[in-house]
Nanobody
Framework: QVQLVESGGGLVQAGGSLRLSCEASGRTFSRYVVGWFRQAPGKEREFVAR????????SYADSVEGRFTISRDNGKNTMYLQMNSLRPEDTAVYYC???????????????WGRGTQVTVSS
C-alpha cells in the first residue's frame, strides 16, 4: 500500500477554481491507479475522477466532466485535481485513493488519504 496526503482544499466562491494535490509515499506510486472521490454531509462517497498508472487514460463523473482535470506526476509521486467553474454542489470532503484496478467503485481502492475540505459558496 501507499500512504496518501491531500492538500489544497479551502473556501472559494462559485465559479472559482482550486487545485488539489495528493502526495504519495511508500511503495512505488507509479504502479497504482489513482482516483479522487468526494463525500458531502449525509451522502455516500462518490467517484469524481480516476487516472491510469501511466497517466494516459482518465475518466470523470458526469457531474464534473469538462470542469475538473485529473493528472499525475510519477516523478514527484503526486496526483492533482484541477477544479474549475466550481459550484456549491461541489462542496464536500475530497479524498484521493490508490488501487490496482481502473474502476470507479471506491471499494476497489486499497489506500486512502484523510481528505481535504472543499467549500463553494454561492
Amino acid at each position: 500500500q501507499v500512504q496518501l496526503v491531500e492538500s489544497g482544499g479551502g473556501l472559494v466562491q462559485a465559479g472559482g477554481s482550486l487545485r488539489l494535490s495528493c502526495e504519495a509515499s511508500g511503495r512505488t506510486f507509479s504502479r497504482y491507479v489513482v482516483g479522487w472521490f468526494r463525500q458531502a454531509p449525509g451522502k455516500e462517497r462518490e467517484f469524481v475522477a480516476r487516472i491510469t498508472s501511466n497517466g494516459r487514460v482518465t475518466s470523470y463523473a458526469d457531474s464534473v466532466e469538462g470542469r475538473f482535470t485529473i493528472s499525475r506526476d510519477n516523478g514527484k509521486n503526486t496526483m492533482y485535481l484541477q477544479m474549475n467553474s466550481l459550484r456549491p454542489e461541489d462542496t464536500a470532503v475530497y479524498y484521493c485513493a490508490a488501487g490496482l484496478i481502473f474502476n470507479p467503485d471506491p471499494r476497489k481502492y486499497d489506500s486512502w488519504g484523510r481528505g481535504t475540505q472543499v467549500t463553494v459558496s454561492s
